[in-house]
């Protein structure tokens, strides 16, 4: 049995549904890891660590990253960014599922401006979605500047917020990928710009301590860093 179908139902259905998303508008290729950060298994406190990565790349994307992560029966992860070539103007599509048998604590998703805020387009078309209903919202992190106002995190309540987070962050993937294909390369002058605000997100994101505390006791700081600055946010 695969790593996925043994994780929480929602996890597993997100993984699925992004993966089938991408397929649906890109032709994927594999984007080279590191083959030691493929399938990943070590211990945390007695307990059983996986971790599964799949990387794709795909015009206008460099980078497209999928991991799954599963420590002892507690504990299900799933993380996943994707990567623009820095040529074009495009925000940064991320998204993080954390729970276990007890359901899920947290689900995020967003698209991540370089410039500061979303352009008019993809701000206006969020703007006209429907309002969210959820029982128990969460507060971004100290670090969590690097956000949009458009921001879905939640630790959902009940199935039907389950879905309606699932049908709202599915949505924002399938308009994300269709502005990507529409997209155009900005012009030289702006490709500083454009990465270092990727390198920005990069370097907030990696100010995750929940992140950074699990591998650096699973595997050592030096195996930690690597990872994140490897294989979760390389800067390009």
């Known amino acids: 049995m695969s790593l996925r179908q043994q994780q929480h139902p929602l996890i597993r259905e ?16 594999d984007f080279s890891l590191p083959p030691e950060f493929g399938h990943v298994e070590g211990r945390l406190e007695g307990e059983f660590l ?46 993080d599922l954390v729970g276990g048998p ?28 429907p309002p969210l209903q959820f029982s128990e919202p969460r507060p971004l992190p100290k670090w969590g500047t690097i956000f949009s106002d458009f921001c879905v995190f939640i630790r959902p309540q009940t199935p039907e917020e389950e879905t309606q987070f699932l049908d709202r962050v599915s949505a924002y993937l399938h308009w994300h990928c269709q502005q990507a294909i529409a997209a155009q390369p900005v012009l030289p002058s702006e490709v500083d710009v454009v990465l270092a605000g990727q390198r920005r997100y990069c370097q907030q994101q990696q100010q995750n301590d929940k992140t950074r505390r699990i591998l650096e006791k699973a595997f050592g700081t030096e195996w930690a860093d690597r990872y994140m600055t490897t294989v979760l946010f390389d800067c390009p």
Not at 108 to 119: F, H
């Open 50 to 95: 996986v971790i599964e990565n799949v990387c794709y790349q795909a015009p206008p994307f460099r980078k497209l990253h999928l991991e799954l992560a599963t420590v002892g029966t507690g504990l299900d992860i799933l993380h996943c960014v994707m990567f623009p070539e820095p040529k074009f103007d495009l925000p940064l599509f991320g998204t």
């Open 14 to 29: 997100w993984a699925t549904r992004i993966e089938s998303i991408w397929r649906e508008y890109f032709v994927l290729s």
């Open 102 to 129: 007890r359901g899920i604590s947290a689900a995020i998703a967003d698209l991540s401006p370089v410039k500061g805020k979303l352009s008019p387009t993809y701000q206006q078309h969020f703007s006209h979605l």
